[in-house]
């Protein structure tokens, strides 16, 4: 299945918190058999999952098992560790597009207990040809139940053909945008699905119009000034967190193969057994090993290049 991935991109990597962008679809699922994401690790982050058409099946070691669909949000905060599987479900529509982000999660709750969130009833923004629903923070006094460890928005926002509308926006925040589908004008600037249009700081409000009903993504939040280093599913702080989470991954891996479940870590606590991620159960299928390390050190980095 191919994805545009947008964030992190070669000049930036980040927009406030939001520091992973992937997009996929429209794609045909009659003749195909749409995603399988077999079990893998995650550290540091906040997975968002949000679905423009079809559906998709989330498991994880926690012990949840949610299928997602258009107008609902799945929030995972992987914390000190978590793991888990993504799968089209046996039945489902023609079609699946969507999008997978995550968030970064600052210092002070990076190593929180991990969670999940299934949130189906998102606040919803309405003006002059224009329907926004808050996946993430706040907009336009609108305020979405997910939890977030820092001042940010996501938002799917739906302008009418012939559309012109504005939106409060946060002077103080960064915002992005990316289209989803038809052909859409963010502050002037024509944008299409592909590209992130990144809009910095300092706006007051966002001037959006289309000529044929288009949706974009909205995602914005104060600049997150830690310094990260990402790798595979991990996001960190240092390059020895990096390698830590990537052995006991590993391990985990190991100790499956031969029939047994890893103890957890001293401190680390449960997660459904096998060590520090737990196990995904029910999905038909391996987990994704974790591949080598880099032969040069991991470096941390700020949100631009």
Request: glycine share 14%; net charge negative; charged share 20%.
């Amino acid at each position: 299945m191919e994805v545009v991935r947008t964030l992190p991109n070669r000049h930036r990597r980040m927009v406030g918190a939001w520091c992973f962008l992937d997009a996929y679809g429209p794609h045909d699922l009659t003749t195909a058999s749409g995603m399988r994401v077999g079990p893998h690790p995650h550290i540091g982050l906040q997975t968002v999952s949000w679905l423009v058409q079809g559906e998709i099946l989330h498991r994880d070691s926690l012990g949840n098992l949610q299928e997602i669909r258009p107008g609902s949000l799945n929030l995972m905060t992987a914390g000190r560790g978590i793991s888990h599987s993504e799968e089209t479900p046996g039945t489902h529509g023609p079609v699946l597009q969507g999008v997978q982000l995550w968030v970064a999660l600052p210092a002070a709750d990076r190593d929180v207990a991990p969670s999940f969130a299934h949130h189906d009833d998102l606040p919803v923004v309405t003006a002059a040809g224009l329907t926004a629903t808050v996946l993430m923070g706040e907009l336009a006094g609108a305020t979405s139940p997910a939890r977030c460890h820092t001042p940010l928005v996501g938002a799917e926002i739906t302008l009418a053909a012939g559309s012109d509308a504005r939106l409060p926006l946060r002077p103080g925040f960064e915002y992005a945008v990316l289209a989803l589908d038809g052909e859409a004008a963010v502050a002037g600037t024509p944008v299409k699905p592909g590209p992130l249009l990144y809009l910095g700081t300092g706006r007051s409000s966002l001037a959006l119009s289309a000529g044929i009903e288009s949706r974009v993504l909205l995602l914005g939040g104060e600049p997150f000034e830690e310094k990260l280093v990402m790798w595979w599913n991990f996001v960190g702080r240092e390059h020895e967190e990096i390698v830590a989470a990537r052995e006991a991954w590993e391990a985990r891996e190991a100790e499956a193969s031969e029939g047994r479940e890893a103890s957890p870590p001293r401190g680390a606590g449960g997660n459904g057994g096998g060590g520090r991620f737990g196990v995904v159960r029910g999905y038909d299928g391996e987990p994704i090993p974790a591949p080598p390390m880099p032969i040069t050190r991991l470096v941390p980095r700020g949100r631009v290049r």
